[in-house]
């Protein structure tokens, strides 16, 4: 068994069109939940990660002593499945009172109007945005000023590599701290993943004689060539880095970029490691293992990954796993792209006041506390995220690449627009068609009109 596929995962998969069948919804208008909850003093709450699952039943126990009537009913249900169990709940009105969202999907929610205003509740409308980390309450905030999600945790993406590879190598933590990228040679990034591959014969990848199509250990692994549209956990760090974002404004753009030379130049770099033998072939490891996977196995020096995978990567056995953060890019510094996923109250459901007191609850100090002593994720609240890094150092794995971005307001965030199950439909196979076959990354410039066609029709 693979020692780091313990987590739950959090980057969106290659294809999730399917997990939403959003026709079906307009038909049914998503009315009526009756038969969500069997009761006022019932709240339904899903949820996917199951290592989360110990931490929010502790604070649902807390909040039905709090709050004497109310019963909270946990389900958890795997990632792969749980959105197409969601919506055919909502179909049905057997979904949830309560669930937990993420931002790729909320948008396409919040138009078929299954979501319930936060700031229209009660309980909800009384927590304070400054408690989280800036920028969350901005993720969950539709374009009509209205709040979709109170934030649950937050991640970024940092490197995680193997400590005695490195020092085997004859580098130091020191090196990959201050490393930097650009996309003409690489920078010291490229030299310390040359470095750091190795083929059968024992030779690395920057000496004479090296076999690149023969390798043992790559300098850099990659299991996915986007995982979302946006390179979350792939590339999208460099990207940012070299001034690139992914539409026209910060959040709920109207218009995709993929068509800009700075994405195009990144990516022709980022994939030309794998015609160095630096970085894997596409469809070389199994995408569902990740780069965990490659590390886990020894195939991989150093992998991008994400804050939610700290704990697994920790849980390794026979792996000395050492963190760092992303290389500055051509514009000085280390980019890492912001995520969180909330929780969200259904608007049909038939216990809307016990529904947000239950949501407010999952965002105060006391449940967000018990989360982070758990030290899967980073709960959302400022309060509650030194202890989270406590429980990572004791695990033996510095959480300071991951946090410094937020520190520093080095972070960009994932795309939140409409479409986002047609963009990603479209971007996918056109980011594994370069990974694949080498194709120049201009050639991204037909997806990004065939995108934004999708805009023009909406408006």
């Known amino acids: 068994m693979n020692p780091f596929r313990i987590s739950a995962r959090r980057a969106l998969p290659a294809r999730i069109g399917a997990a939403l069948t959003v ?54 249900t795997g990632w792969d499945d749980y959105w197409t169990k969601l919506t055919a709940g909502f179909i049905a009105g057997t979904g949830p009172d309560v669930f937990t969202n993420h931002v790729s999907k909320y948008p396409q929610f919040t138009e078929l109007e299954v979501l319930a205003p936060l700031d229209e509740l009660p309980a909800t409308a009384e927590v304070d945005p400054e408690d989280f980390q800036e920028g969350l309450t901005d993720l969950w905030t539709g374009p009509d000023g209205h709040q979709y999600g109170m934030p649950k945790d937050w991640d970024t993406i940092g490197m995680f590599y193997n400590q005695d590879m490195v020092a085997d190598a004859g580098l130091t ?5 201050g490393w930097s990228w650009n996309p003409q040679d690489g920078g010291s990034f490229e030299e310390i993943v040359a470095h750091l591959t190795v083929d059968k014969n024992g030779v690395r990848g920057d000496e ?19 995982g979302d549209n946006a390179g979350q956990a792939q590339w999208s760090s460099f990207a940012a880095s070299n001034g690139w974002t992914s539409t026209n404004e910060r959040l709920w753009g109207n218009r995709y970029q993929y068509d800009d030379p ?80 909330a929780d969200s109250v259904v608007k049909d459901t038939d216990n809307p006041d016990g529904a947000a007191q239950w949501v407010a609850f999952l ?82 410039n037909k997806t990004n009109d065939a995108i934004n066609v999708l805009f023009e029709v909406e408006e």
């Open 23 to 76: 026709a079906a919804l307009a038909v049914t208008g998503c009315s009526g939940q009756a038969g969500n909850s069997g009761g006022t003093g019932a709240i339904d709450y899903w949820l996917w990660d199951t290592n989360q699952l110990p931490a929010y039943q502790k604070c649902a126990e807390m909040f039905e002593a709090e709050n004497p009537g109310q019963e909270v009913r946990i389900s958890q």
């Open 173 to 177: 933590p020191a090196d990959l701290a």
């Open 363 to 444: 965002g105060s100090a006391a449940c967000q506390q018990e989360v982070a002593t758990a030290g899967v994720v980073f709960p959302a609240r400022r309060d509650s995220t030194p202890i989270a890094a406590e429980v990572y150092r004791q695990k033996g794995i510095d959480p300071a690449p991951f946090m410094a971005p937020v520190e520093e307001d080095n972070t960009f965030y994932v795309s939140v627009t409409t479409q986002g199950a047609d963009v990603t439909a479209l971007v996918v196979p056109a980011l594994e068609d370069i990974w694949a076959n080498r194709l120049p990354a201009s050639t991204l």
């Open 262 to 341: 700075k994405l195009h130049e990144t990516l022709d770099w980022f994939f030309s490691l794998t015609d160095k033998g630096y970085m894997p072939r596409y469809g070389q490891f199994n995408e569902s293992e990740g780069t965990s996977g490659q590390l886990a196995s020894g195939s991989a020096a150093i992998v991008p990954d994400g804050a939610w995978m700290i704990t697994a990567y920790a849980s390794s056995e026979g792996v000395n796993v050492g963190t760092a953060r992303t290389p500055a890019g051509p514009d000085g510094t280390s980019k890492a792209m912001l995520n969180g996923l």
């Open 208 to 226: 004479p004689g090296f076999d690149k199509n023969n390798v043992e250990v790559y300098g850099f692994g990659l299991a996915s060539a986007g």
